[in-house]
């Protein structure tokens, strides 16, 4: 079954910096853009950042030029590379495919930036 496991959440200061990783298992992970979410608490969950298979990548407004995703195929493996913390960047960070006509997600990494 397919299995989307986070990992590299944590409390960073305004500027700091952080790097989530996403193991993902079940699926055949070269065929499949993946996706990073993230939802804070009372605002609905918006995508972030995309990496397709030809390693096309795709931001959000709010975290261009701040956040980079990118992808190891060979690991299974997405990363989100994020620079420059603000503190609306808070929230619960997904990692997100969509897979056989459903989507699937992880159980989510908590990042908190403190001012």
């Known amino acids: 079954q397919v299995q989307l496991v986070e990992s590299g959440g944590g409390l960073v200061q305004s500027g700091g910096f952080l790097r989530l990783s996403c193991e993902a298992s079940?699926?055949?992970?070269?065929?499949?853009?993946m996706n990073w979410y993230r939802q804070a608490p009372g605002k609905e969950r918006e995508l972030v950042a995309s990496?397709?298979?030809?390693?096309?990548?795709n931001y959000a407004d709010s975290v261009k030029g701040r956040f980079t995703i990118s992808r190891d195929n060979a690991k299974n493996t997405v990363y989100l590379q994020m620079n420059n913390l603000k503190p609306d960047d808070t929230a619960v960070y997904y990692c997100?495919?969509?897979?056989?006509?459903?989507?699937?997600w992880g159980q989510g990494t908590q990042v908190s930036v403190s001012p």
């Open positions: 990496v397709a298979i030809t390693g096309r990548t």
């Open positions: 079940g699926f055949t992970f070269s065929w499949y853009t």
């Open positions: 997100n495919v969509h897979c056989g006509s459903r989507d699937y």
